[in-house]
C-alpha cells in the first residue's frame, strides 16, 4: 500500500505532529493526498519549547491547520515515578488529550509517525498507540526512516536531515523520580549546547552531574568551549562528565 492508497481509505484525518522527521512527512503528503487534515501538537513538560516552535513552523509550511494542545503529564503517577514502561503511560494520556480535542473537532482517524524502522518490541508507546486504535500510516506503508529522509529531502522539507529527538524524560535514569526541576535544567543545558552549534547529542543526569553524549565528529567543537561549557554547566549541576560510548 502507498500513502496515496492509505489517503483514498482514510480521507480525512488528524496528526499527531512532533515536528520531526517523521511525522513532518506524514503531514506534507497528508495534506498532498488526503481531503481533509488537522494537525495537533501536545505540549507538556516533556518537550522542549523549540520543538513546539518548529512543529508550528512545519504545520505552517505544509499548509494545514494546526492546534497545540496542553497536557500536564507529571499529573500522572505512573509519568512521574519514570518506570521502564513509561513511555505507555505517557502515550496514553497524551493520545487521550488529541484524541479528544480531535473528536470535538470532528476527526475519528489519529495518525502518528511511527516508521517501519521502529522497533515495537522496544517500544512501550507502540503498545498504547495499538490500543487506542492509533494508525501509523508511515510503518503501514513499510517506509523506513531512510526512505522518509530521502523523499523528504525530494519534497524540500527541511527536516530531511534533522536529528532523531527523544523527549526530556529520556535524559532522566530510569527509576529516578522525573520532576519539572530536571526537565527545565536539561532543557537550559540543550539549549545552551545548541547554542554553541552541537548537533545530535543529549545532556543526560547522572548523579546530579552532566553527562555530554555527543559524536565524535564534535569532540573538536567541545574542547574548543571546554573552559565556557565547565563555568556554565556547573552552576545547575555537580559535574559535568563527557561519554566516550559516543555514537559515530
Not at 536531515?161 to 537550559?188: D, F, H, M, V
Request: charged share 25%; hydrophobic share 40%; aromatic share 8%.
Amino acid at each position: 500500500m502507498t500513502l496515496e492508497e492509505f489517503f483514498k481509505k482514510y480521507p480525512t484525518v488528524a496528526i499527531a505532529l512532533s515536528g520531526g522527521v517523521d511525522s513532518t512527512y506524514l503531514t506534507a503528503q497528508a495534506a498532498r493526498y488526503a481531503q481533509k487534515v488537522h494537525a495537533y501538537t501536545v505540549r507538556s513538560a516533556f518537550q522542549p519549547e523549540f520543538e513546539i516552535e518548529e512543529a508550528a513552523a512545519m504545520a505552517k509550511r505544509c499548509g494545514v491547520s494546526h492546534t497545540i494542545l496542553k497536557a500536564d503529564i507529571l499529573a500522572v503517577p505512573e509519568v512521574a515515578a519514570n518506570p521502564k514502561n513509561r513511555c505507555y503511560y505517557c502515550k496514553k494520556m497524551v493520545f487521550s488529550t488529541l484524541s479528544a480535542e480531535a473528536a470535538r473537532d470532528g476527526f475519528s482517524i489519529i495518525l502518528d509517525g511511527t516508521n517501519a524502522s521502529d522497533d515495537v518490541a522496544d517500544r512501550p508507546g507502540m503498545k498504547a498507540l495499538k490500543e487506542m486504535g492509533v494508525l501509523s500510516p508511515l510503518r503501514l506503508c513499510g517506509l523506513t526512516k531512510a526512505e522518509i529522509r530521502k523523499q523528504s529531502k525530494a519534497l524540500g522539507l527541511p527536516t530531511w536531515n534533522k536529528p532523531s529527538y527523544a523527549c526530556l524524560a529520556t535524559r532522566i535514569p530510569t527509576g529516578e523520580q522525573i520532576t519539572q526541576e530536571k526537565l527545565s535544567r536539561t532543557e537550559w543545558a540543550e539549549t545552551y549546547l545548541r547554542n554553541l552549534g552541537f548537533r545530535d547529542f543529549r545532556v543526560r543526569l547522572f548523579n546530579n552531574c552532566a553527562k555530554l553524549q555527543i559524536t565524535a565528529a564534535q569532540w573538536p567543537l567541545a574542547e574548543a568551549h571546554r573552559e565556557a561549557i565547565l563555568n556554565t554547566l556547573r552552576t545547575r549541576y555537580d559535574g559535568v562528565l563527557l561519554d566516550l560510548e559516543v555514537r559515530p
